[in-house]
């Protein structure tokens, strides 16, 4: 089998990592020849009964038309995984939902795909080549980029209307400078989705040394850090005999050094960037006593404990060694992003998905971690008019996606495909209500690294001074930030 570009283009935006090259499928030109070709959806999606809750839908104009026009959608490169569309299983309805998606936008506004790949493209825009109208880029240089003057402001893109539900609010409120917006999050961006942390647990030895109910804690409200360690302690023990602690022994829990210093910190709702009351970011860890406490407390559950298996950080963010030791049946929990759990697909045992557990019970709400969204950036080479059209392309791709492509995932693929049971289908709505979106992982991201080599290494004793020590550094590189921003983002409207 073959695949278009078009279908490419497609499933590289909703999974927001630049990778495609082992996808086959479909042969469909997505050449616009008109209004009513017949490659685009049989009837508008607005007029469908859809499985998702369809919520709004799109306000673009029924005759905008961009009568064949180019639209070159540019990745960073082709070395990053991806993180759906290669599955086997899921060839035959989520990638034909993707496939269905680029036909029916092409269609629609009459434009004409392409992806490239290159991870030279801000060289291109420096140079003011206006050939890419979409870019696709780690959400952590984001905002680097935009500070330098490569990006338009999104808010002023009159075709994207970041009021309709397939805008994700919650997220793109960490994401503005001062009210301003350089990018977004959206249903057409399944990173959004495929990124969010989760625990997986062995439900056979929940059993097996009788403990308590995942799912009913949860529910309950008492799934906390401190019982957490209790099953993580219970479920860890010398299996050989032979007084070393390898990965041939039983262990409660598995984490990269590299991510639990994010996941458990925005369990608890503590983020590493705040910001003030004129929406612009500060630094405040080192004066911050909650956060001291929540991340003096990581070191103590993981490092004092015991039941954690440290892992190198060549050893992957979801540790390849912990993927084994799970699916052998030897590991009580897992971290896993969304898109891993399909590592656990041929694993005996049955497993359950929970999401990380609250600080304490006076804690309202679950909390998820996503620190690894790709975003999209409208490039400021682009004309006035052509930046309009990359936002009624993503507009509609947004709006279609929530009622057709976002439920295939979800609902098809993460609630009855990869999970075991129906309780996990619930706890993935616990999981996606409180996603969050550290904006000191994107605005700053020399902070997160001092937050996390200071896990890493296990320098707790250091914590109050380093923090303190980087302070001036950090404040000026805000102020830079902030300066840059206000001074070299693009406005469409001059």
């Known amino acids: 089998m073959k695949r278009i570009l078009a279908f490419l283009l497609a499933a590289l935006m909703l999974v927001s990592v630049a990778a495609c090259g082992k996808t086959e499928g479909p042969t469909k030109d997505t050449t616009p020849s008109g209004p009513t070709d017949t490659n685009a959806p049989d009837t508008d999606p607005d007029e469908t009964d859809s499985p998702f809750d369809p919520g709004d839908v799109d306000d673009l104009p029924k005759d905008l038309y961009y009568d064949g026009a180019d639209f070159i959608f540019c990745g960073c490169g082709r070395d990053y995984r991806n993180t759906v569309v290669d599955m086997d299983d899921v060839v035959d309805r989520y990638s034909n939902a993707v496939y269905e998606q680029t036909l029916y936008v092409a269609e629609r506004l009459g434009v004409r795909f ?13 140079a003011g080549d206006d050939t890419y109208k979409l870019v696709h880029h780690r959400g952590l240089y984001i905002f ?19 009021d309709k539900n397939y805008w994700f609010d919650k997220i793109n409120a960490n994401l503005t400078i001062g009210g301003k917006l350089i990018t977004a999050a959206g249903a057409y961006n399944i990173s959004s989705y495929c990124f969010t942390h989760a625990i997986l647990f062995n439900k056979q030895l929940i059993k097996d040394y009788t403990l308590e109910d995942p799912y009913q804690l949860v529910r309950d409200g008492k799934w906390t850090w401190e019982k957490f360690a209790e099953f993580g302690v219970k479920a860890t023990y010398d299996l050989d005999g032979n007084g070393r602690r390898t990965e041939d022994d039983a262990w409660g829990f598995f984490v990269s050094p590299k991510e639990a210093p994010q996941n458990f910190t925005k369990a608890a709702n503590v983020l590493i960037l705040s910001k003030d009351e004129d929406d612009y970011p ?12 929540v991340f003096t407390k990581i070191f103590e559950l993981l490092y004092d404990r ?7 950080a060549s050893d992957g963010d979801i540790p390849e060694t912990g993927i084994r030791v799970f699916n052998a049946g030897r590991a009580l929990m897992i971290d896993s992003t969304f898109s891993s759990i399909r590592s656990f697909r041929d694993m005996d045992a049955d497993f359950g998905v929970i999401p990380y557990p609250k600080y304490d019970e006076e804690q309202d709400e ?34 279609y996606a ?3 492509t976002i439920p295939e995932y979800y609902e098809v693929l993460l609630k ?28 700053i991201p020399d902070v997160e690294r ?13 914590i109050v001074s380093d923090l303190a020590r980087k302070a001036g550094t950090f404040e000026v590189q805000i102020e830079e930030l902030i300066t840059n921003f206000e001074n070299n983002v693009k406005s469409i409207h001059g």
């Open 114 to 126: 392409e992806e490239k790949f290159t991870a030279a493209w801000a060289d291109v825009l420096r």
């Open 144 to 162: 680097d980029y935009a500070a330098e003057g490569l990006a338009y402001l999104w808010s002023d893109i009159d075709t994207v209307d970041l």
């Open 282 to 293: 500060v630094y405040t860890l080192d004066s911050d006593e909650h956060f001291l406490d």
């Open 306 to 312: 015991g039941f954690w298996k440290y892992t190198e």
């Open 366 to 399: 679950y909390y998820s971690c996503n620190s690894c969204i790709y975003l999209p950036m409208i490039p400021s080479t682009l004309s006035p008019y052509d930046a309009q059209m990359t936002g009624a392309v993503i507009e509609a791709m947004s709006s």
């Open 402 to 404: 929530i009622r057709y």
């Open 416 to 443: 009855t495909k990869l999970a075991r049971d129906e309780e996990s289908g619930e706890m993935f709505d616990i999981i996606m209500e409180n996603r969050v979106f550290d904006p000191g992982l994107f605005y």
């Open 450 to 462: 001092l937050v996390r080599d200071l896990f890493w290494n296990d320098k707790r004793g250091r």
